[in-house]
């Protein structure tokens, strides 16, 4: 029996670009779905490696040249600057890193235990040896996260913002989809100081630079999204409401709104942006068949089970207390369900 032919679709009813997958039927129209392709294991976003290759080939070229030209006695502050570039990076992340564990309160088993739970639920989730080190910040009310490591150290930020909407009132889920995407970001290798040292020349490009961070960060979404798919809804709308107004955010309008937004000027603001705009991100995290839109808006988008289902539903057995000859066990012998 063929399972794995392609499942039908229906064009959406209020708006032809949607795509509503139908429901499974029983008996012999029922429907083994496929995992969507981004529901299951975090993938990479199939820009971020490209783009990043291109940043290092850039900044091999540039160190070649500044050697070059100090060779030649063509010497400048900045050509100087440029070859102190890895001690900088380094002496930089040393000192963050210190800096959170003077000024930071670190989470472990009795310090913020719920939230230590996640950071190390994620890290065994995603195949990591060690879990990262993770601290709360004061955010002071701004609403942000980030993830970074000096040596052999990783670790995790949450500003205290942030920290609080998972507390059970308002939405625990968020908050593990965030330190989910956090800790992705340490699983998928953005962290680590050569990345960072040979990326710093790209991120210095206009457009380029942030092409590379909004592919890493829609690889880090997978990683939330494979950790706590659940949290994506409460995640977008506590980043464009508020740790308040998350609640009520409508999900599905908002995504909407990747594809009905359009012009020029609704490019150029997410070609300059170093995340996704917010509504190609929901969008993203609705339609999990997809990567995300990472130059041009969204054209369509999908509703319903097929956006995000991760577990297949296979179809149900035949009736065995039929005649030879009947419907069912015709089908059940020649595969066409």
Do not use: C
Request: aromatic share 10%; glycine share 10%; charged share 15%.
């Amino acid at each position: 029996m063929d399972t794995h032919g392609p499942i039908p679709s229906v064009p959406g009813v209020d708006d032809p670009r949607i795509v509503e997958p139908p429901a499974d039927l029983p008996g012999p129209n029922a429907v083994w779905r496929q995992p969507a392709l981004y529901a299951g294991t975090p993938k990479r976003h199939p820009w971020e490696i490209p783009v990043l290759v291109i940043g290092v080939l850039m900044a091999a070229i540039a160190y070649a040249a500044a050697i070059l030209l100090v060779a030649r006695g063509l010497v400048s502050d900045w050509m100087l600057l440029a070859l102190m570039l890895p001690l900088v990076v380094f002496l930089a992340r040393g000192l963050n890193y210190a800096s959170q564990r003077v000024n930071g309160i670190q989470m472990s088993p009795t310090q913020f235990p719920e939230g230590y739970r996640m950071v190390v639920e994620a890290a065994a989730r995603y195949g990591m040896e060690y879990v990262p080190d993770a601290y709360v910040v004061n955010g002071n009310g701004t609403i942000n996260a980030f993830a970074s490591g000096h040596g052999f150290r990783r670790y995790v930020v949450i500003y205290s913002d942030l920290f609080e909407v998972g507390g059970r009132a308002r939405s625990p889920e968020a908050l593990e989809f965030v330190i989910g995407h956090e800790v992705g970001h340490i699983a998928a290798g953005h962290v680590s100081y050569w990345r960072q040292l040979f990326s710093t020349v790209i991120m210095s490009v206009p457009f380029l630079g942030s092409l590379l961070s909004r592919a890493q960060e829609y690889t880090a979404d997978n990683y939330g999204y494979y950790t706590r798919p659940d949290g994506a809804h409460s995640m977008i709308g506590l980043l464009a409401g508020g740790k308040y107004l998350l609640g009520g955010v409508d999900f599905d309008q908002f995504a909407d709104r990747a594809t009905h937004e359009k012009g020029f000027f609704v490019t150029v603001a997410n070609a300059l942006s170093s995340h996704p705009v917010l509504t190609w991100r929901a969008s993203a995290l609705r339609d999990r068949t997809r990567a995300g839109s990472i130059l041009l808006r969204p054209r369509h988008f999908v509703r319903g089970i097929g956006s995000g289902g991760v577990t297949p539903v296979p179809p149900p057995a035949a009736p065995t207390d039929l005649p030879p000859g009947s419907l069912p066990n015709r089908l059940e012998q020649t595969g066409q369900y």
